[in-house]
């Protein structure tokens, strides 16, 4: 079983971070100094396994999040991903016969480096430690396939839905997720998270059929047949109804992002279902005192749980090595 679940049933408050393998760090910015494409980046067995492993020698961290991305799936199936300094990713223009089209032999074929990247950090990996890895949930997939950007503002979200091949689109994605995700395990990762950064976009009557009937039909078929391996969740932005996410979907583990309650997550989540997260990021730029009482909110709140510390979003790139460092020593030392 992924260490990362036991240490937190242990109650033990495991930690790792969304983005920790990323700008904030200079040697991360050396690596990324001489790797210009960033998609090619990923794909470098030797430079992405340095820079996933980075974190966990700095801070010890419970998991190690291998570095890729979930725009890796578009750019397996052929569509063109490309990320520009200052503005984000930028796809192509979508092509629905592409999607049809691409084999799932041609798709793996296309992104086998990230499988050889988590064979080789598996190896380099001390074993009390965690190898998550991960995708973009079906709908957060979706919007960047048919925005081919990140969404500026939420009229996006009726253009995607109101798309005539948006549902087709969806079901196909849906496919390589699954197989994404396999290959993954495949390969040796022992966790698999599921973003939804943009779950909070879609309004209560189209929640259903685009994020919670997708989310659930893949975790369905990846428990069947790898039930050993836990799946977290991180449907951002979508208030309460989290409450039904979980009763539809039923993740191992919830993470939960900052704007969430968390007297509404002890009351109304099921208390077998795992809890990660939720400080907001912007508290690593506060005054130090401000920061650890945050940090200690969220243990008090739940010591009671299973709980996996981590924050309700990625760590930003302005933030101080030193501040991580503090927030790690302060996790370590509650009692
Ligand atoms: O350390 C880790 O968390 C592992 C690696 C990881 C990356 N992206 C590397 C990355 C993970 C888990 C992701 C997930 C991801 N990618 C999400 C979901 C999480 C979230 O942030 O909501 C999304 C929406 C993306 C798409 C994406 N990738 C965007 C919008 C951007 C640009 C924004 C930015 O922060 O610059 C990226 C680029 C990206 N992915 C970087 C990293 C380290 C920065 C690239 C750089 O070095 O210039």
Redesign the pocket.
């Known amino acids: 079983m992924s260490t990362l679940i036991k240490k937190s049933l242990k109650k033990e408050n495991p930690i790792w971070l969304?983005?920790?393998?990323?700008?904030y760090l200079p040697e991360y910015q050396k690596v990324?100094k001489k790797q210009k494409d960033?998609i090619k980046f990923c794909l470098n067995i030797k430079a992405a396994t340095k820079v996933t492993l980075q974190p966990i020698k700095r801070y010890d961290f419970d998991a190690a999040?291998i570095?890729?991305?979930?725009?890796i799936i578009p750019y397996g199936i052929g569509q063109e991903v490309k990320?520009e300094e200052s503005i984000?990713?930028i796809l192509g223009k979508p092509n629905l016969k592409l999607y049809q089209q691409t084999k799932k032999g041609k798709f793996i074929k296309k992104i086998e480096n990230v499988y050889k990247i988590i064979k080789n950090t598996r190896k380099k990996l001390s074993k009390d430690k965690s190898l998550i890895g991960?995708v973009?949930s079906p709908w957060?997939i979706l919007v960047y396939v048919l925005n081919q950007k990140?969404p500026k503002e939420i009229s996006v979200c009726k253009k995607i839905i109101k798309n005539k091949k948006s549902k087709q689109l969806l079901k196909i994605i849906e496919k390589f997720i699954y197989i994404h995700i396999e290959q993954q395990i495949k390969a040796g990762v022992d966790t698999i998270q599921l973003?939804d950064?943009w779950a909070g976009l879609l309004n209560k009557k189209d929640l259903n059929y685009f994020c919670f009937q997708p989310t659930k039909r893949i975790i369905i078929k990846v428990r069947k047949k790898y039930p050993h391996i836990p799946i977290i969740c991180f449907p951002?932005g979508i208030k309460t109804s989290i409450k039904k996410f979980c009763k539809i979907v039923k993740p191992n583990v919830l993470s939960i992002d900052s704007k969430m309650n968390p007297n509404f997550v002890l009351k109304e989540i099921d208390p077998n279902i795992i809890i990660q997260g939720g400080m907001s990021p912007g508290f690593l730029f506060k005054r130090k005192s401000e920061m650890q009482n945050k940090i200690k909110f969220y243990l008090n709140k739940f010591k009671n749980r299973a709980y996996i510390f981590n924050l309700g979003?990625?760590v930003p790139k302005e933030t101080k090595t030193n501040t991580i460092q503090n927030l790690v020593n302060t996790v370590r030392n509650f009692k």
């Open positions: 969304m983005r920790q393998a990323g700008r990324r960033f999040i570095f890729s991305d979930i725009l990320f984000g990713p991960f973009g957060t990140s973003f950064s951002k979003h990625g």
